[in-house]
């Protein structure tokens, strides 16, 4: 119950694309839902985050879109770069206590020039 | 201030051998985990401590060992190394609510060590 399922496991999108990974969650006591991206050889970084009381959170061309109903979340990077190119984790955190974080498998983004 | 730092960034052991990952920050943070980062499988925290003197399990905490003496370090212990424990190994830290400063959730991560158990 408390898995965060994310997909998919690997994306190529052409420069100028829209990227778009989606996770999914069980467990309602989940309070915050970050997206981190890693580059090679590099420890995570955090990209983007979103709490269960909005249902889109926008900065620059990234986004996050929020279906509490659905239990699901999902990032999107429109205008794709090169730049861009890297492994995205959506995570999510339990209320209460220690913020500990419930990963998911990440996706391995390619952006293509 | 330089963050989050984690030495060795490369090393290899023997089975059976043991070792001490260093991490330490400088950002005054309450929080410090251990996290394990394995091939499809994400990444999974090992230990955190909430402050200094306090440190608990996460969801893979067997064969390795922390303590937590100072706020700034987080050393994590592999007492008797075993192939199943070659992985990429990440320190993070951050804020608690109770430290009196604006509070995020956000965590910092080290650049990793890389572990190989042969």
């Known amino acids: 119950q408390q898995q965060v399922k994310q997909s998919p496991q690997s994306l190529i999108v052409q420069k100028g694309g829209i990227s778009i990974i989606n996770c999914a969650y069980e467990n309602t006591a989940f309070d915050y839902f970050p997206w981190y991206q890693q580059f090679p050889g590099k420890g995570p970084a955090l990209l983007i985050a979103?709490?269960?009381?909005?249902s889109e959170k926008k900065e620059g061309r990234f986004t996050i879109s929020f279906n509490k109903s659905a239990k699901q979340f999902s990032l999107h990077i429109m205008d794709s770069q090169p730049g861009d190119s890297a492994t995205y984790f959506c995570a999510a955190k339990l209320s209460g206590g220690y913020n500990k974080l419930i990963f998911g498998a990440g996706t391995r983004l390619a952006v293509h020039p | 201030n330089a963050g989050v730092t984690q030495t060795p960034k490369f090393q290899v052991l023997k089975t059976g051998q043991s070792m001490t990952l260093q991490c330490a920050q400088d950002m005054n943070h309450e929080y410090m985990s251990w996290y394990r980062q394995d091939p499809g499988m994400g990444l999974r925290l090992i230990h955190y401590s909430v402050g200094a003197g306090i440190t608990d399990q996460g969801e893979v905490p067997n064969g390795y060992n922390v303590s937590r003496s100072t706020t700034e370090d987080f050393p994590l212990r592999l007492l008797s190394a075993a192939p199943s424990q070659t992985s990429v190994y990440f320190c993070a830290s951050s804020y608690s609510p109770a430290g009196g400063r604006p509070y995020t959730d956000t965590q910092y991560f080290g650049p990793g060590t890389r572990l190989t158990v042969l």
């Open positions: 979103i709490r269960p009381d909005v």
